[in-house]
């Protein structure tokens, strides 16, 4: 089983400031002034080449294909992605996707847009979505809520935990987009990290994952098995963003035999090259 991993793709959209609102706005106009520079369309579209000439059986996106969840930008992200929309694919929304309180509403915009590659929902009440793709089962969960302030914080409802340990029967792959662990060198403030992580990683073990697929953070890293989080935690943010001193950006090509296998993929002079991955041991980081 070979799983493509990209995350945060943030794609470029020019939007009217007369149709965003509150905390839309200031997110907005720090995506125009700080990062859209770093999210090229040129990158975009040479990720986009690149994955249509690998070949692989599951494509996960986990989350951040918008900046502030505007209409216009789901559109936009559907159709950069339209070549990559298959069977294979599985999505899952970030905090970026839930950024404004009318993106969500009865009937959210990420799921209008996206809902044919999300697989089925395993609980009405709950967000636990399940896709079986080339005989594996993938699980995706939404940490993120929109609130009013400028934070990006995660959060999983233990029920959401407690649902899967017991529905899923068989390996699975578990795709939520904030991370469980982070490298030293990457430590999430308050505002912006999972505030019960180190609860999730504790129930996970009656029913641990094959592999912990996320974003949010936009530094590439493999965090390989350890004594509390005992299967690996990847991590392929930002798929769409220039690397630079403080950001190691790509994403991850991950083979599932009787072991598993990492390859990295980098933008470098206007496409994507193959280069090693970034492996660090639990000891190296916190949950």
């Known amino acids: ?48 080449e690149a994955i249509s000439k690998l070949e692989y059986d599951a494509l996960v996106i986990s989350g951040d ?14 159709e950069i992605l339209k070549p990559l929309l298959t069977e294979k694919t599985f999505l ?26 999300m697989g089925t929902s395993l609980d009405s009440e709950l967000y636990i979505r399940s896709k079986k793709i080339g005989g594996k089962v993938f699980i995706g969960w939404d940490s993120n ?63 641990p994952p094959q592999l912990y697929l996320h974003g949010h953070t936009h530094t590439n890293w493999v965090k390989l098995p350890g004594p509390k989080a005992h299967f690996p935690i ?4 930002s798929s769409t963003r220039l690397s630079d001193r403080s950001h190691e950006c790509g994403f991850h090509m991950i083979e599932i035999g009787k072991s598993i296998q990492y390859r990295r993929f980098i933008y470098s002079e206007d496409k994507f090259i193959e280069t090693n991955p970034i492996f660090y041991e639990e000891s190296e980081g916190v949950i």
Not at 26 to 42: E, I, N, T
Not at 65 to 78: D, I, M, Q, R, W
Request: proline residues 8%; hydrophobic residues 35%.
């Open 1 to 48: 089983m070979k799983i493509l991993h990209i995350s945060d793709l943030h794609f470029p959209k020019k939007l009217p400031l007369f149709s965003l609102r509150g905390k839309a706005i200031v997110g907005y106009l720090s995506y125009r002034l700080r990062r859209k520079s770093k999210h090229p369309l040129v990158l975009v579209s040479a990720m986009v």
């Open 65 to 78: 294909l918008t900046n502030v969840s505007h209409p216009g930008e789901f559109e936009n992200a559907k």
């Open 92 to 117: 899952i929304p970030g905090n970026h996707d839930r950024y404004q309180k009318r993106a969500i509403g009865p009937n959210p915009l990420f799921e209008k847009t996206f809902s044919e590659w």
């Open 145 to 207: 809520f929109a609130i009013p302030r400028i934070t990006a914080n995660g959060y999983v409802a233990p029920e959401v935990i407690s649902k899967t340990i017991q529905s899923v029967k068989e390996p699975y792959i578990l795709v939520c987009h904030h991370p469980l662990w982070n490298p030293k060198t990457e430590i999430e403030s308050r505002g912006h990290r999972m505030l019960n992580r180190s609860e999730v990683v504790e129930r996970l073990k009656t029913n």
């Open 234 to 237: 990847v991590n392929s943010a």
